[in-house]
């Protein structure tokens, strides 16, 4: 039986040649939108861009997840880049499961793969980037491959094909991290700028090691670490002083203004603008003005729940969404999709928990008069599902909010009605 489904780019019935509301980082080079894309944060900018220039530095960018903290620290270290100093291509993501050695070995990875596709290799002599190569290429080897020597370690895999790589002492890779900056250094003038995400996703215990055990490291000369966290983070730096003494600055990256948001869309637009057909803007500005009071200012929120909208209402002719439209598509799609596989009180703890920025397991159980152990039993069951999540911890107490794509059950359709406009397909 032959299917109907219509597989056309949905983008181009409004004349572009791609997704303009992707919440994907902006990247240092490459990506489907340009770094230039980035608006605003003039203040923020200013302040990374001293510590980069005071000699060496290590920042912790932190804010709630979706106001752009990793294109915030791309952008800084593209201009950076553009002003001599040397930085790796893609953010290094840190995992949980991360010791010493793989924390290091994984900076020395980025750093290779920066000299290489940029062809730097010149930057660091020949004996340092033999080394550098060796080690990349030991550690990207499959485990259970033998023989693989690492020059100027004297290391190698053991005869027993199940026996596991001897790991290179971490003092080795210190040192030799410490003399390939030091080159780099003497060869441009300038320092070198290393940036780390995902360190929201870690465990406190694991971010704890990570900066007790790497505190030497990332006291390197002539190099700026970068750490991109949220407010869980920062809380567990600061609650180390043998951590939080050796930090420069801790930013706070904040929501954007209306202004700001509807300058982004506006340039995404105009860049992604197929030549030669007219552009058709997807939403009015009631719609967004309806979103961005919503979320305050998040613009990955704002973001998804436009690319959402319009999916769910364009088939074959771009629709211009208006206030109500944004409201009664998502309200539809959070009932449909969300509300109606849970059970009655839970349903009442998501809607209660919508309205709150933050609550605790006792003034949820207060609230929607449910007995606190129960809360405890539902939370944990939206949890699972993806509904909520623990914003930050206070002591004993966890603060509760609710996944972003449960607001939708709070938009309201204004009193008059709109008519939805519907534009001829350009050809």
Known sequence: MANNLDYSNIWEL??????PFTTDALVVYGGILPIECFIGRKNELQRLNKQFRSGSSRVLVIGDVGVGKTSFVNFSRSLAIKGGYFSHLKEIGVMGNWYTNEFIINTLQAIYSALTLESKESLISEDSFKKLKSIVDFY?????????????????????RFSPPIMIPTNSLMELATKIVKEI?????KDVILHYNNLENLKEMDIRRLFEDLRDFFQMPHTHFVFV???????IIQGSQRVSSIFSDSIMINEMTFEEIEEVINKRLELLKIENLNLVKPFDKSALDKLYNLYGGNIRNILNSLKEAILASVINNPIILTDEDIARTL?????????????????QILR????????TNKSLATGTNTAQSNVSKYLKHLQN?????????????????????IKWVLLKEPKQKHIVKYMPPKI
């Open 14 to 19: 409004y004349g572009l040649k791609a997704d």
């Open 140 to 160: 990207n080897y499959e485990k259970g491959l033998r023989g693989i020597s690492v020059a100027g370690f004297g290391l190698e895999y053991g005869s027993d």
């Open 185 to 189: 250094h003497n060869k441009t003038g």
């Open 229 to 235: 966290g949220n407010l869980i983070t920062n809380g």
């Open 331 to 347: 309200r539809q799609l959070v009932e449909e999709r969300h509300f109606k596989i849970l059970v009655e009180k839970e349903r």
């Open 352 to 359: 209660y928990m919508a309205n709150k920025e933050e609550i």
């Open 385 to 405: 599902l993806g509904y909520v999540e623990v914003k930050r911890k206070s002591g004993k107490d966890k603060f509760w909010t609710v996944a972003p794509k």
